[in-house]
């Protein structure tokens, strides 16, 4: 990233998902921008998260903790933790052991749970939260109670073509049918208001990476989050994952991610798909895909060393940084990029 281009002051960014996924776009983009929202789906009923929302009727907390914590001051700066922000984030990650009440409950899990009881709203809690941890940005959930994710499902019988509704986060997470449609319960949630208007003054939103149909859709099906999104001045970028999640997307192209993602919300177009070259086996069909959508394909080397099912923060964050500041060429573009895959003419015209 050339310190010669910057975004502007006060630039306002706002990501939508949960889990890993958000937690790789929160650290990228927190490297662009102090002014970074993340909106945080509310389904998961596996886990900790599942045993504090059963138990006391909380959001689950998991995705929430994570999303704090990839804004946390000094995280990802390779310092010594010393600092107490630091050192917080390093407690709220923190896992329980053994085998007794505690066990497997993350300690943010049980304080985000504590800080909503007594507070009395979700909100106040992680804007608490954010204090405590010294986070850059804002945490906010998707709506102001929790949901459950329903699933259209085929493959589970010995009908190929027989559908079959699955209920919870976990059990479309993993089953081992085709998830054909997702819905949220229950229908016509509200949207956490301050997500909605953070949406609606971002300057750019970004969608994924992540568990697609468990944490990346399911912002799409909150009536008043989708209308915010679809009236949005902001950039609207989708980030494709690195690989099929297994489970839920085992043996989806990138651009079946796309084809989903549209089936749910089809008045929604983008403006930009960013993806990782390694990742994409038939660019021209994804191309296509993304021209569908009404936005433009990036291609650069996103994967974090060492493995292909992680971004590179720093990598993500350079290409997204060019992108909004049209230094790269699209993929099926004119003209040499600054940033991003090159592409050669042959290519490009054979894919046009």
């Known amino acids: ?59 689950p907390p998991g995705d929430l903790r994570m999303a704090l914590t990839a804004l946390a001051a000094g995280v990802g700066s390779g310092g010594s933790g010393t600092r107490p922000a630091d050192r917080w984030a390093e407690v709220f990650q923190h896992r329980f052991r053994g085998d007794g009440a505690l066990a497997g409950h993350a300690v943010g899990n049980l304080l985000l749970a504590g800080l909503i009881e007594v507070l009395g709203d979700p909100v106040a809690a992680l804007d608490e939260a954010c204090r405590l941890l010294g986070v850059r940005g804002r945490v906010l959930p998707m709506c102001p109670w929790p949901l459950d994710i329903e699933a259209d499902v085929t493959g589970l019988d010995d009908d190929p073509a027989a559908e079959r509704r699955i209920r919870g986060q976990v059990a479309v997470a993993t089953t081992p049918g085709r998830v054909r449609q997702v819905r949220l319960l229950p229908a016509g949630a509200p949207a956490c208001e ?25 912002h799409l099906l909150v009536p008043d989050l989708l209308a915010a999104l679809l009236s949005a001045r902001g950039h609207r970028i989708v980030v494709l994952n690195l690989v099929p999640q297994p489970g839920e997307t085992a043996g989806f192209s990138p651009e079946q991610h796309l084809d989903v993602l549209s089936g749910h919300a089809p ?69 040499p990029p600054e940033g ?8 490009q015209a054979a894919w046009q």
Do not use: C
């Open 1 to 59: 990233m050339s310190a010669a281009r910057a975004l502007p002051p006060g630039f306002r960014a706002v990501a939508l998902g949960g889990g890993h996924g958000l937690y790789a776009t929160l650290s990228a983009l927190r490297l662009l921008t102090d002014d970074v929202t993340a909106v945080v789906t509310v389904a998961d009923d596996g886990g900790s998260s599942g045993r504090l929302r059963r138990e006391l009727g909380v959001l």
């Open 340 to 347: 991003g895959r090159p592409v050669g003419r042959e290519e």
């Open 267 to 335: 008045a929604l177009t983008i403006d930009a798909v960013v993806a990782d070259d390694d990742a994409v086996a038939a660019p021209e069909r994804l191309l296509g895909a993304v021209r569908a959508l009404g936005g433009r394909l990036f291609l650069d080397r996103l994967a974090a060393g060492g493995g292909q099912d992680r971004h590179d923060p720093v990598a993500l964050a350079a290409l997204l940084k060019n992108v909004l500041l049209d230094g790269v060429t699209p993929v099926g573009g004119d003209g």
């Open 194 to 218: 301050e997500a909605v208007r953070a949406v609606a003054a971002a300057d750019v939103i970004v969608l994924g990476p992540g568990s697609w149909f468990t944490s990346v859709l399911p």
